[in-house]
């Protein structure tokens, strides 16, 4: 059983940055990639990115490439997202999430434990 806890969400103006953080339980957080999705209101819930399980390997969607950036720290059982230049188009609830596997992948359904999310709110 993994659990994780987001957080690190709030309020910030266009052109701002926020930093995001995934505390994950257990002993295998260091076993599997990892990932962040995310989810405004009346839209589906998109991929964001992914980083594999070495940290050697990262993706990202096409409308957060070269703003934000992920990492981990799996001494420290610890998932970040640093977003920097945010646009309104960014607010959304924010999720991490657990890869069945070690490889990077877009894919939502290859995730199978999630967070309850944080509260990202861009605007002026």
């Known amino acids: 059983q993994v659990q994780l806890v987001e957080s690190g969400g709030g309020l910030a103006q266009p052109g701002g940055s926020l930093r995001l953080s995934c505390a994950a339980s257990g002993r295998t957080f260091s076993n599997y990639a990892m990932g962040w999705f995310r989810q405004a209101p009346r839209k589906e819930r998109e991929f964001v990115a992914a980083i594999s399980r070495s940290g050697v390997s990262t993706s990202y969607a096409d409308s957060v490439k070269g703003r934000f950036a992920i990492s981990r720290d799996n001494a420290k059982n610890t998932l970040v997202l640093q977003m920097n230049s945010l646009k309104p188009e960014d607010t959304a609830l924010y999720y991490c999430?657990?890869?069945?596997?070690?490889?990077?992948?877009?894919?939502?359904?290859?995730?199978?434990?999630w967070g309850q999310g944080t509260q990202v709110t861009v605007s002026s």
């Open positions: 999430a657990k890869s069945r596997g070690v490889s990077v992948t877009t894919r939502r359904d290859n995730y199978d434990y």
